[in-house]
């Protein structure tokens, strides 16, 4: 009896093992390694003497897609090296461009890209998680909305964040869990940007932004914060650092909008409309932001 109750034991035991083994290696799996084979792919030989820069090396990432590839490798333009990225869809280059990869990343999300064609109507998105430079090889893996997956994912763009556009009904909460609602600024134009700490372009922009949050301190403008970060991380951040905006978070259901690039800054008016849509950013981003609240006719 007690040899059976052992055997019985012994057989949930390994039940449990091979389910979390089969766990692990799905985890894993998520993850493929490629290696950057050196010279010029073939596909790209129509784009080669308008380039300026160097090709080195290329590899064609694992996509599970039989339509669309996905091209990464180095470049050399004078004495910088860097990389690239480009997406072809039925054996044509769609989209060609250069990659700042981040070696020593705060945050793993800083090395995810996006890459949209068919006129930005459609997207897809990978993380690159380590770039090994000494055994030419690439880690990666693919992005479907906000979630790892080990394939392509090609996903549909209505574009909800574009000028012109009213923007959208989305769940906020400030930094002490308190609901935010942006409509009940309608009467006022709200800017917002959109940011996270690991972010170093991100950081880079808060200075300005400040100083746009004291001139208009007067004015029926709201300046608003809007973050997908922990707010562990961000109330550690503020500690240290002044950021002046009202600092909100984003609930999963409506990050979805501001897609995997930061960071972003809109400017919405009375009306709910979205007047100026800007990605990426730099610490004089603040100047242009500016410039259109003037042109908004909002004056000191």
Known sequence: MRTQVKIEKLLILIFIATILNGCQKENKDLFKTTELENGFPEILKPLEKDLPFKILSHSILESKNDSI???????????????????????????????????????????????????SKNRVSLRIKELDTISNRITYSWINQNTLTDSLKVLTIDKPLAKGKIFPSIELTDINGEKLDLDNFNEQTIVINWWAVWCVPCRKEIPGLNKLVNKYADKNVRFISITDDSKERVSNFLINNEFNYNTTFVSENSRIIFGNSYPKNIVIDSTNTITLYKEGGNEFVWQEIDQHLTELHIRN
Request: hydrophobic share 30%.
């Open 69 to 119: 590839d996905i091209y990464f490798g180095s470049l050399k333009q004078g004495k910088q090296n860097g990389n690239w990225i480009a997406l072809s869809a039925n054996n044509k280059i769609k989209q060609f461009s250069t990659v700042d990869f981040k070696r020593n990343s705060e945050n793993e999300k800083e090395n995810d890209i996006d890459l949209q064609f068919n006129s």
